[in-house]
């Protein structure tokens, strides 16, 4: 019979975030330090480092994601839409600050690397497969389009905007009313025409 879980992995994948957030250099011993527990429970529950910075990761961006579809679920229109969906990280960061700003600030593989076990790294796959997928539902919703030219329009909007304007401060009402501005002047300019073979 196997022992008792005894601490809280979910806290020990809080303290891992705000560690990523924050810039800090995350290692078995500070991690283990700071979530007070001791270097084996790291070990025993997530196999290595890498695996638990990539639970960490795919647990923020799945939760991001949950909530990205939602607000574009409720928006009114599809540009509103777009906008929603870039405006998702100052709604994500008023309630997970750490997650967001992880999210904004690292990217994925160079926080955990690519050896990881074949579970993590399809699960890791998914996620971007349903932000893609995102990307596209959008892309039709405005043009009735969900080729690359078109997701590439969007991809501005919803990730390459957001990254320039809350990389700064994320908080600032300011800053959301400038990114949602800037999307939707984005959005009166379509997308090319595809080559016509």
Same mark, same amino acid.
């Given at each position: 019979?196997?022992?008792?879980?005894?601490?809280?992995?979910?806290?020990?994948?809080?303290?891992?975030?705000?560690?990523?957030?924050?810039?800090?250099?995350?290692?078995? !011993?500070?991690?283990?330090?700071?979530?007070?527990?001791?270097?084996?429970?790291?070990?025993?529950?997530?196999?290595?480092?890498?695996?638990?910075?990539?639970?960490?990761?795919?647990?923020?961006?799945?939760?991001?994601?949950?909530? @990205?579809?939602?607000?574009?679920? @409720?928006?009114?229109?599809?540009?509103?839409?777009?906008?929603?969906?870039?405006?998702?990280?100052?709604?994500?960061?008023?309630?997970?600050?750490?997650?967001?700003?992880?999210?904004?600030?690292?990217?994925?593989?160079?926080?955990?690397?690519?050896?990881?076990?074949?579970?993590?790294?399809?699960?890791?796959?998914?996620?971007?497969?349903?932000?893609?997928?995102?990307?596209?539902?959008?892309?039709?919703?405005?043009?009735?389009?969900?080729?690359?030219?078109?997701?590439?329009?969007?991809?501005?909007?919803?990730?390459?905007?957001?990254?320039?304007?809350?990389?700064?401060?994320?908080?600032?009402?300011?800053?959301?009313?400038?990114?949602?501005?800037?999307? !939707?002047?984005?959005?009166?300019?379509?997308?090319?025409?595809?080559?016509?073979?």
């Amino acid at each position: 019979m196997p022992r008792p879980r005894v601490h809280d992995l979910d806290a020990l994948l809080d303290v891992a975030e705000r560690l990523v957030a924050s810039s800090t250099e995350v290692t078995v !011993r500070g991690l283990a330090a700071a979530a007070g527990v001791p270097n084996g429970t790291i070990y025993h529950a997530f196999g290595s480092l890498s695996a638990l910075l990539a639970r960490v990761w795919l647990r923020a961006a799945t939760a991001f994601l949950d909530l @990205q579809t939602s607000l574009v679920d @409720q928006a009114p229109s599809p540009v509103e839409a777009v906008v929603a969906a870039a405006d998702t990280p100052a709604v994500f960061a008023s309630v997970r600050p750490d997650g967001a700003r992880m999210l904004l600030a690292v990217r994925g593989d160079r926080l955990f690397g690519p050896d990881l076990p074949d579970e993590l790294a399809d699960a890791l796959h998914a996620v971007d497969k349903r932000l893609v997928a995102l990307l596209v539902r959008l892309a039709r919703q405005l043009w009735d389009r969900g080729d690359g030219l078109a997701v590439e329009v969007i991809t501005t909007c919803v990730v390459d905007l957001p990254t320039a304007f809350f990389r700064r401060d994320i908080t600032d009402p300011l800053v959301r009313d400038r990114l949602a501005a800037a999307v !939707r002047a984005v959005l009166t300019v379509p997308p090319r025409e595809k080559d016509r073979p």
